[in-house]
């Protein structure tokens, strides 16, 4: 554990009970969040890739504008 996280956990610690546990319920949302996405990015890299190439040909083809 980083010193910093020891630290939020030392502060949080203080709190009374109903606000650590409401803080623990976000925190472990957010850690599930962030596994869900870095699955669904990670399985997607194929589609994301053609997307790109098609995007890329749609540039050069001058079938773009520039939104600026």
Known sequence: ?????EKAFTEAA????REQD???????E?????KKWDKQF?????ELANLARE????????KTRSML
Do not use: C, N, R, Y
């Open 14 to 17: 203080k709190l009374p009970t």
């Open 55 to 62: 995007a890329i040909g749609e540039f050069k083809a001058g």
């Open 42 to 46: 990670a399985s997607s890299q194929d």
């Open 22 to 28: 409401v803080l623990a319920a976000f925190l472990l």
């Open 1 to 5: 554990m980083t010193k910093f996280l």
């Open 30 to 34: 957010e850690l599930a969040s962030e």
